[in-house]
């Protein structure tokens, strides 16, 4: 089968006995031992059948066999960070999801070593991931949409005996196939464009090697980071439309990031479909799309920005069918130290937009009434 009908197939077997062409939403938490056999089914925070059939159309659509799914994608992340043992060495992307900068310093407690590096620049990697144990590659960033030669990461941090993460929540599994470029885990926020329709969080670590695969399902039911079978429905639910979502809010995002490049109000505008974009060739390489997310500095007062558009939401999170805007030193990025913020190239004015499956014309004229100050 191709991506777009495993997408609607995989984990989608005829249920034995009623026919069920939708896997069953199985909310029990607990199973008969008797009514079982051979018995398989113990308790809810290790197994469930609706959990399973998602974790079978997951890793499917990366070409694995094996997903771990979770109840957030902090979950999965927390997940992937059981790999290391205290003492080792974590090196990641300087430029990673908020939240995974805080799970690192959690991670730093229980005597973690982690180490920032800029992994988008090649002459960076091979000091940086020497010596590491791990490393995480987010990649596009967020929210600079800095793309990283995942290939060229992975291909050094084996030589120095490393595993890869990538974070492939900003691509999803449509645009992006981390575990073909050499990775050894491909971890989403299957909030975003998975389920993509902003009604449930989930996470999944999917992977190739079967020894991984194990300490993810074992950490996830010590842990208790299971999710539970309406949500996990929820998210098999939206993954069907992947393709069709994805193929829409890329070409909304490019009609977008292509008005804002001839709006006077707004300027380095950062979109890897852009063939001004630093990290066009690289994504036009590694990707099959360049994403929906778009950042530029607007030449105005964000806040006014944020509250003058009316299709887009000004909210976090991103990749769901409608379209949202944020400035990240207000919103995404509070939390992170301004010098740090600066230094990293998110300064007071800059803009994100995710673009949603609308109408491009009327994502187009929300956006200039609110650009100039209409309203
Ligand atoms: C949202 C997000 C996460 C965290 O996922 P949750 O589902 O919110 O826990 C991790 N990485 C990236 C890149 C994200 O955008």
Same mark, same amino acid.
């Given at each position: 089968?191709?991506?777009?009908?495993?997408?609607?197939?995989?984990?989608?077997?005829?249920e034995p006995g009623t026919g069920d062409?939708?896997?069953?939403?199985?909310?029990?938490?607990?199973?008969?031992?008797?009514?079982?056999?051979?018995?398989?089914?113990?308790?809810?925070?290790?197994?469930?059948?609706?959990?399973?059939?998602?974790?079978?159309?997951?890793?499917?659509?990366?070409?694995?066999?094996?997903?771990?799914?979770?109840?957030?994608?902090?979950? @999965?992340? /927390?997940?992937?960070?059981?790999?290391? &043992? $205290?003492?080792?060495? %974590?090196?990641?992307?300087? +430029?990673?999801? #908020?939240?995974?900068?805080?799970?690192?310093?959690?991670?730093?407690?229980?005597?973690?070593?982690?180490?920032?590096?800029?992994l988008a620049d090649p002459a960076e990697?091979?000091?940086?991931? @020497?010596? /590491?144990?791990?490393?995480?590659?987010? &990649? $596009?960033?967020?929210? %600079?949409?800095?793309?990283? +030669?995942?290939? #060229?990461?992975?291909?050094?941090?084996?030589?120095?005996?490393?595993?890869?993460?990538?974070?492939?929540?900003?691509?999803?599994?449509?645009?992006?196939?981390?575990?073909?470029?050499?990775?050894?885990?491909?971890?989403?926020?299957?909030?975003?464009?998975?389920?993509?329709?902003?009604?449930?969080?989930?996470?999944?670590?999917?992977?190739?090697?079967?020894?991984?695969?194990?300490?993810?399902?074992?950490?996830?039911?010590?842990?208790?980071?299971?999710?539970?079978?309406?949500?996990?429905?929820?998210?098999?639910?939206?993954?069907?439309?992947?393709?069709?979502?994805?193929?829409?809010?890329?070409?909304?995002?490019?009609?977008?990031?292509?008005?804002?490049?001839?709006?006077?109000?707004?300027?380095?505008?950062?979109?890897?479909?852009?063939?001004?974009?630093?990290?066009?060739?690289?994504?036009?390489?590694?990707?099959?799309?360049?994403?929906?997310?778009?950042?530029?500095?607007?030449?105005?007062?964000?806040?006014?920005?944020?509250?003058?558009?009316?299709?887009?939401?000004?909210?976090?999170?991103?990749?769901?069918?409608?379209?949202?805007?944020?400035?990240?030193?207000?919103?995404?990025?509070?939390?992170?130290?301004?010098?740090?913020?600066?230094?990293?190239?998110?300064?007071?004015?800059?803009?994100?937009?995710?673009?949603?499956?609308?109408?491009?014309?009327?994502?187009?004229?929300?956006?200039?009434?609110?650009?100039?100050?209409?309203?």
């Amino acid at each position: 089968m191709r991506f777009d009908t495993k997408l609607v197939h995989s984990g989608q077997r005829p249920e034995p006995g009623t026919g069920d062409l939708v896997p069953p939403i199985h909310v029990a938490t607990t199973y008969d031992r008797f009514s079982q056999d051979p018995p398989r089914w113990f308790y809810g925070r290790g197994e469930n059948p609706t959990r399973e059939a998602l974790e079978e159309c997951l890793a499917s659509l990366e070409d694995a066999p094996f997903c771990t799914v979770f109840s957030s994608g902090q979950a @999965a992340a /927390a997940a992937a960070l059981s790999l290391l &043992s $205290p003492g080792d060495r %974590l090196v990641s992307s300087d +430029d990673v999801y #908020g939240g995974t900068y805080s799970l690192f310093a959690e991670a730093e407690r229980y005597g973690i070593r982690v180490e920032y590096a800029d992994l988008a620049d090649p002459a960076e990697v091979r000091r940086a991931v @020497a010596g /590491a144990d791990l490393v995480w590659v987010e &990649s $596009p960033s967020n929210p %600079l949409l800095k793309i990283t +030669d995942l290939a #060229g990461v992975a291909a050094q941090a084996h030589d120095c005996g490393a595993k890869v993460v990538v974070d492939n929540t900003f691509a999803g599994p449509a645009l992006q196939q981390p575990l073909d470029l050499g990775a050894d885990v491909s971890l989403h926020s299957t909030t975003k464009f998975v389920a993509g329709h902003a009604d449930v969080l989930g996470g999944a670590l999917i992977c190739r090697e079967e020894e991984l695969h194990h300490r993810f399902a074992a950490h996830r039911t010590v842990a208790g980071a299971a999710p539970g079978g309406l949500d996990c429905y929820l998210v098999h639910r939206g993954v069907k439309t992947l393709s069709l979502r994805v193929a829409r809010q890329v070409e909304n995002a490019r009609a977008l990031a292509e008005a804002l490049v001839a709006s006077p109000m707004a300027a380095d505008v950062r979109y890897p479909g852009l063939e001004s974009d630093p990290g066009h060739a690289l994504a036009a390489a590694q990707m099959s799309g360049p994403g929906s997310v778009i950042s530029f500095r607007y030449r105005g007062d964000p806040e006014k920005l944020l509250a003058s558009t009316r299709l887009f939401a000004c909210a976090v999170s991103l990749g769901g069918v409608r379209s949202l805007i944020e400035c990240p030193a207000l919103m995404t990025h509070r939390p992170v130290p301004r010098p740090v913020r600066l230094a990293a190239g998110i300064t007071d004015d800059l803009i994100r937009l995710s673009a949603g499956i609308e109408d491009a014309a009327d994502l187009l004229e929300d956006l200039h009434n609110a650009l100039e100050g209409r309203r």
